[in-house]
C-alpha cells in the first residue's frame, strides 16, 4: 500500500505545471493571436509543452492588463517555418513561432495593478517568469472567459 501512495504522489507531481511566463503583445499581434492560435516570439525562455502564458497589452489609457492566458502547444523554430514567415521573422527579430493548444481571453481585461504582478517594472514584465500561485490568483481575477 506504501508504493502505491508514492507512485501516486509522483504522478501528481508530474501533472503540476510545467512554467510560465508573462509576454507583452501588441495591438496588431492581438488580432494574428487569435485568429491563429499562434504568436511570434523574439525572446527566449525554458518554453515547454502545456507553458502558461499571460498575454498583457497596453489599452488605450495606456495601462498594462492582462487580456488572457494562452498554453503552449509547441515553438516552430526559424528554419521550419515557410518562407513567408520567415521574413516577417527576419525583419522584427523573432526567432520563431508559439502554436497554442488554447487560449483564454478575459473580458474585462485584468489590470496588472490589480494583480501580484502590481509592483514590477512593466519593461520587466516581457518575458517574466511567474510562479504557479501567481498564475491562478491573476486567472481567479478574470470576470469571464471565452476559451478558443
Not at 2 to 26: G, H, P
Not at 82 to 92: A, V
Not at 121 to 143: C, F, K, N, V
Request: with cysteine.
Amino acid at each position: 500500500m506504501m508504493i502505491r501512495n508514492a507512485y501516486c504522489f509522483v504522478c501528481l507531481q508530474v501533472w503540476r505545471l510545467l512554467s510560465a511566463y508573462v509576454v507583452r503583445i501588441k495591438e496588431e499581434q492581438e488580432r494574428m493571436l487569435y485568429a491563429r492560435q499562434s504568436l511570434y516570439v523574439g525572446i527566449r525562455r525554458d518554453w515547454s509543452l502545456g507553458s502558461k502564458i499571460l498575454l498583457i497589452k497596453k489599452n488605450v489609457q495606456g495601462d498594462s492588463v492582462i487580456i488572457g492566458s494562452a498554453t503552449l502547444e509547441k515553438i516552430v523554430e526559424l528554419d521550419a517555418l515557410s518562407n513567408i514567415e520567415k521574413k516577417p521573422c527576419l525583419e522584427n527579430n523573432w526567432y520563431g513561432k508559439m502554436v497554442f493548444a488554447m487560449l483564454a481571453r478575459f473580458l474585462p481585461a485584468v489590470p496588472v495593478s490589480q494583480t501580484p504582478l502590481a509592483g514590477k517594472q512593466p519593461a520587466l514584465l516581457h518575458g517574466l517568469a511567474i510562479t504557479e500561485d501567481e498564475l491562478y490568483e491573476i486567472e481567479s481575477l478574470a470576470g469571464s472567459k471565452i476559451i478558443t
